[in-house]
């Protein structure tokens, strides 16, 4: 905090949330920029002496609509009511508007228009580029329900602060931006806070350190680098996919089964991430997914992650956490928190190093560090110096050369991911997640495009829907990049034998990325990918039954191959009849065709 005057004043800036202490009279404001919510504490010792749009502060909430005259108006009810309240609110509102010579904020020639109050709730106006106004009421309390629910992050807060007026502000404001649903978070926002404001500390919120709702705890942390990796496992709508994207944006694979170091202070001894990779049996194909993963950090200790089938399994410290929680490191300061409403993220915030680890469930990881980490870090997630080019940098400080930012999949390229990924393998008793003695794997996938480049055309060209700067995904793209689920598209469709369908998976995700930061529903789909993965790009071979399986990997089952064909229902080969063992005479030369084989007539002079 910075010192304003002699009388102890302060002034505390975080990110876009600024809170003024006015020293002598202990008064609190605090502004949450980002969401436009301000927040103004005082004393008792002021009850009985407040007026203004925050209301008398008597005791008594039925004469807050206390105009500039003294005189007082009455709503009919402390929630919107449009046949007589709105009118009130608006005279008691412009009755504060500051006078001429006594404007701090703007300047004393601007006029001001006092906007008429309106006459209809702004769900029930007609507009005819938006939905009816019942889907607009349904639309708006389905968007604001987080208040309301008896079974929500804040149902534990309702007994304590009411939330009918927070909920029906909440809808107000979401009709009145065209059922834009950034509009809602104001009025969370506010109802968080109050319920703070009264005590109630056990609250699953879903407001980030941002003032963001349901957010990453990111958007306002400027000058920070992230690096990512998208790692799936079982879940149906992002397919299968291990891709990182390093802290300078350089795409890359690696298939290693084993204990990695993703990141690291190499310059020091702040902090040290390790991933652990595999990739079940049971899996119909061989990739390798991250299964666990490991922090030990100076101030928080040593914290492990793994996932059960349903929920991620965390211990700090050597114990294990529960859900919700919020758990403080050794320092105090660092901390991890765990959340009931998104039951698959787990946060850890490293105070000493001001880093951010945060796991979305077994899909992606992302690790934010601030920029005095240039040039100090090594790993999966590069070295962090301006430039992608020399990220595939092993432990010895040589550099493998990089072929294209956008993760090639050239073999010279596959094999310097190899190299570079394999040098990371963590050893011995340097293991943080694997017994010392466990061994490891790598699984040396060849797409099945690289031979075939007018297959890998046609995957591309249906791929590109996700990077063209002309489709329904573009304005995505300087919101969060396309490169990584474009190639994973790729790959999906590749190792699927040039099957689309699993490129599907990939497009729906990086729609669902696209809706949730725009606010706004692209359509039921941006191409013609069915849901049902056994649907117009079915996996399987081509005349085997596609059975589909939801919340299962992979999303599909497969029937046995025709007769005349060997393999797994998706996977099938033809079998040569003719080389296995002849069926035909000796006189004759058996010819094997796809699923079968034929004999040719018998020679003159024989019948058969």
């Known amino acids: 905090p910075h010192v304003v005057g002699v009388d102890g004043t302060t002034i505390d800036k975080r990110f876009s949330d600024i809170t003024i202490k006015l020293g002598l009279s202990g008064v609190v404001v605090r502004w949450i920029g980002v969401n436009d919510y301000i ?13 203004g749009l925050c209301g008398t502060f008597d005791g008594n909430s039925t004469n807050d609509l206390h105009l500039r005259n003294g005189s007082e108006v009455t709503a009919s009810s402390s929630k919107f009511s449009f046949e007589t309240s709105e009118n009130a609110y608006h005279l008691f509102g412009t009755s504060w508007t500051v006078p001429t010579a006594s404007r701090l904020l703007i300047p004393r020639s601007d006029v001001c228009t006092d906007n008429t109050a309106p006459s209809n709730h702004p769900c029930e106006m007609t507009n005819s580029s938006l939905p009816a106004p019942s889907e607009r009421w349904r639309q708006a309390r389905s968007t604001c329900y987080d208040i309301m629910s008896t079974t929500g992050p804040y149902a534990v807060c309702h007994g304590v602060v009411d939330p009918n007026w927070y909920f029906e502000s909440c809808v107000y404001d979401v009709c009145a931006c065209g059922l834009n649903s950034n509009c809602a978070c104001s009025s969370v926002v506010a109802y968080d806070q109050k319920c703070h404001s009264r005590g109630v500390t056990n609250i699953d919120s879903i407001v980030d350190n941002c003032g963001v709702c349901h957010g990453d705890g990111l958007s306002c942390r400027t000058g920070y680098a992230k690096c990512n990796v998208f790692s799936d496992s079982h879940s149906a709508a992002t397919g299968n996919k291990h891709l990182y994207s390093t802290f300078d944006s350089l795409l890359h694979r690696f298939q290693g089964k084993c204990e990695y170091t993703l990141a690291r202070d190499c310059n020091g001894s702040l902090f040290d991430i390790h991933i652990e990779n595999d990739s079940p049996s049971s899996a119909a194909i061989h990739t390798a997914w991250t299964t666990g993963v490991a922090i030990r950090a100076s101030g928080l200790g040593f914290v492990k992650v793994t996932h059960s089938a349903t929920e991620p399994i965390v211990f700090l410290n050597g114990k294990r956490l529960g859900r919700p929680s919020n758990n403080r490191g050794m320092d105090g300061r660092s901390h991890i928190t765990m959340s009931n409403i998104f039951q698959g993220q787990v946060e850890i915030f490293l105070a000493s190093s001001d880093v951010k680890v945060i796991l979305f469930g077994k899909t992606e990881i992302l690790v934010s560090v601030p920029s005095s980490f ?7 997630c590069g070295n962090y110096n301006g430039r992608a080019d020399d990220d595939l940098m092993l432990p010895s400080g040589e550099s493998l050369y990089v072929s294209s930012m956008n993760g090639s999949t050239s073999a010279q390229s596959v094999a310097n991911y190899h190299s570079f990924g394999s040098s990371w393998t963590v050893h011995g008793d340097d293991r943080l997640i694997l017994a010392a003695d466990d061994s490891c794997q790598y699984l040396n ?31 995505c793209h300087i919101r969060t990049t396309p490169g990584p689920l474009y190639l994973q ?13 699993f490129g599907c998976f990939a497009i729906r995700s990086y729609q669902r990325q696209c809706e949730q930061l725009i606010r706004k529903t692209i359509g039921p789909t941006v191409i013609e990918c069915s849901n049902d993965p056994c649907g117009e790009f079915s996996p399987c071979f081509q005349g085997v039954t596609c059975t589909n399986h939801v919340n299962h990997f992979p999303p599909y089952s497969c029937g046995s191959c025709p007769t005349g064909y060997l393999g797994n229902g998706q996977s099938c080969v033809d079998i040569d009849e003719c080389d296995d063992a002849s069926p035909c005479s000796g006189l004759v030369t058996c010819q094997n065709t796809p699923g079968g084989f034929v004999c040719p007539d018998c020679p003159s002079g024989y019948f058969g």
């Open 445 to 475: 996938i060849v797409p099945w495009c690289e031979a075939r480049p007018k297959n890998k055309k046609k995957v591309e060209d249906f791929c590109d829907v996700i990077t063209s700067t002309s489709g329904p995904l573009a304005a």
């Open 489 to 501: 598209c790729v790959l999906d469709a590749c190792l699927q034998n040039g099957s689309l369908g």
């Open 39 to 51: 927040r103004v504490s005082v004393p008792f010792t002021y009850r009985d002496r407040m007026r």
């Open 374 to 380: 240039k040039n100090r870090l090594c790993g999966l």
